[in-house]
């Protein structure tokens, strides 16, 4: 049967003893998608991942690989490749072993393995490395290695744990872009935990956030950024982060703290308390807008991050500039209105305006 590597979870849950860190994971994963698991710490990505590897069970609900029901497969029989954050080689074995060794156990023929494992090799640019142990090699090439020997069995499902977390910034995103363009050329299926909101932006075809061992939001990159579907999404995706301004709407008036601002496309929710949610990005200072206090002011290079104090709220402004903002300085914040994102205060989801 030729494998595709989709992948589908139905109401998949997992308990340690008294303690629940999935509960009614819903998740189907399309054949060749870059599919990325985004979330914070502890919030189940990783777990989520061991079960579709098989090195967990599920403790309630249905893993499906290819449309066949594979909850209780062992992890061997699964057709499936991980790489560890740990990248998890064998430091007694050379590298040219360790890419190997999945092939030996599958009773490959010497001269197949040879050439398969140079390929892989090659595919990552350590084919000049083969004989070295992974102790003399560079985090950037322990990495490596272990992407190869992933990739080496050409399986139909390609796992990633946190691999590049253990890589210097600079070397990070160098590699992202080599994964990606690695993954398009193998046209293979892989799932990739991230709690790094700038690597499943940029990598992901598309992407589900955790929060708290469920899933609150699936979609591209684009729309999980654009419309978060709610206050925790809002407040994880972006760098800075959402603005998020308590607010009582009152038939078109926006009431923040001490300010009122005209919200003429609200004025059909009436009467009700809410969060406004604003980009830093989209907010500009000027001479008009919300009045506040600048608090810190930091500077970027081309950019900087300004923190305002409006009425005791938190406003956080992202503006091009090389000149820092003096603290304690009086600005005003401006932003336009159709650009704002709605949420229910009460329940912190969405609101469709």
């Known amino acids: 049967m030729n494998k595709q590597g989709a992948v589908k979870l139905t109401g998949v849950g997992k308990s340690f003893g008294q ?7 819903d998740l189907e994963i399309r054949p060749g998608e870059f ?5 914070p710490s502890g919030s189940g990505k990783t777990t989520t991942l061991r079960i579709i590897a098989g090195l967990e069970t599920a403790s309630a609900g249905y893993v499906y690989l290819d449309d066949i029901d594979a909850t209780l497969t062992p992890p061997g029989d699964r057709d499936v490749a ?13 590298v040219f072993d360790n890419i190997a060794f999945p092939l030996k156990m599958i009773r490959m023929p010497a001269a197949a393995i ?33 992407l190869a020997r992933a990739i080496v069995r050409k399986p139909a499902l390609f796992l990633l744990d946190e691999p590049l977390s253990n890589l210097d910034a600079k070397l990070r995103v160098e590699t992202r872009v080599e994964l990606r363009r690695l993954q398009r050329a193998l046209n293979v299926t892989t799932v ?31 729309e999980v950024y654009g419309q978060p579907a709610t206050v ?7 760098n800075p982060p959402m603005n998020l301004l308590p607010t009582q709407l009152v038939d078109g008036i926006a009431i923040i703290g001490d300010a009122r601002i005209a919200t003429p496309h609200l004025a059909g929710l009436g009467q009700r308390d809410v969060m ?16 506040g206090t600048v608090t810190l002011c930091e500077l970027l290079g081309d950019d900087m991050i300004v923190d305002l ?10 503006a091009t500039g090389r000149k820092r903002i003096a603290e304690g300085e009086r600005v005003h914040a401006h932003f336009a209105v159709e650009r704002l994102h709605v949420f229910d205060k009460a329940s912190g989801t969405r609101i469709a305006i």
């Open 19 to 25: 303690t629940s860190v999935l509960r009614e994971v």
């Open 35 to 39: 599919f990325s698991l985004l979330g």
């Open 82 to 94: 991980m790489v560890f954050q740990s990248y998890a080689l064998y430091p007694h074995m050379s």
């Open 114 to 146: 040879a050439i398969t494992v140079q390929e892989a090799a090659a595919r990552v640019r350590i084919d000049h490395l083969l004989t070295r142990r992974p102790g003399q090699l560079s985090g950037g090439q322990q990495q490596r290695c272990a």
């Open 192 to 222: 990739y935990v991230t709690h790094d909101q700038e690597e499943a932006m940029s990598m992901s075809d598309r992407l589900a956030v955790f929060m708290d061992g469920r899933i609150v939001q699936i979609g591209t990159p684009e």
């Open 232 to 238: 925790e999404v809002a407040a994880f995706l972006g």
């Open 276 to 291: 406004l949610g604003i980009r830093p990005s989209e907010v500009t200072l000027g001479t008009e807008g919300l009045a």
């Open 309 to 318: 104090d409006v009425g005791g709220l938190l406003l956080r402004v992202k």
